[in-house]
């Protein structure tokens, strides 16, 4: 396995424990309220984690088992509407995440060689390599702990 794509794993294994630390001290006021306008809330944030991780983890499994799969787009704005998208208690969300990226991570180390390259063809975003969904989704990690913490810089200081 190549040493990026070492680090991409581990970037996705060490995402449930990084979000953790990172929202275990808020209030639930800080995990609801949106300080940036057009942003969503750090709850908001962390459940949408869960609800693209969940999607990715099954377009992986998708991608490796069936000749180049359609792979089903959804509204993440919409998903983070609903009111379970935006409850302060984030332990739900997390405690998916990190079995979800439990299951994920040895998914990812078990993979042959030969299958780094399979795609399935999304509809918006066209073909996509389970190499390139391992690069996204460390990134796209990456990406939501950066939003949280320019989210919690924004707030109001009393």
């Excluded at 306008?37 to 499994?61: F, G, P, T």
């Excluded at 390259?117 to 999304?122: E, L, M, Y």
Aim: overall charge negative; charged content about 20%; proline content about 6%.
């Amino acid at each position: 396995m190549s040493e990026q794509r070492d680090q991409w794993i581990a970037q996705i294994e060490q995402l449930p424990a990084q979000l953790t630390e990172l929202v275990r001290p808020l209030s639930p006021s800080q995990l609801t309220t949106q300080f940036l306008a057009n942003e969503w809330s750090v709850a908001q944030n962390i459940h949408h984690l869960a609800d693209s991780h969940m999607n990715s983890y099954i377009r992986c499994k998708l991608i490796a088992s069936e000749e180049n799969p359609t792979l089903k787009p959804y509204d993440q704005d919409s998903w983070a509407a609903f009111g379970d998208a935006q409850q302060a208690d984030v332990e739900i969300s997390l405690q998916l995440l990190r079995s979800l990226h439990a299951r994920w991570v040895q998914f990812w180390r078990e993979l042959p060689e030969d299958d780094w390259q399979r795609t399935g063809f999304h509809p918006e975003n066209g073909p996509v390599s389970l190499i390139s969904l391992v690069e996204t989704y460390a990134n796209h990690g990456l990406g939501h702990i950066d939003q949280i913490q320019r989210t919690l810089a924004a707030e109001p200081q009393a």
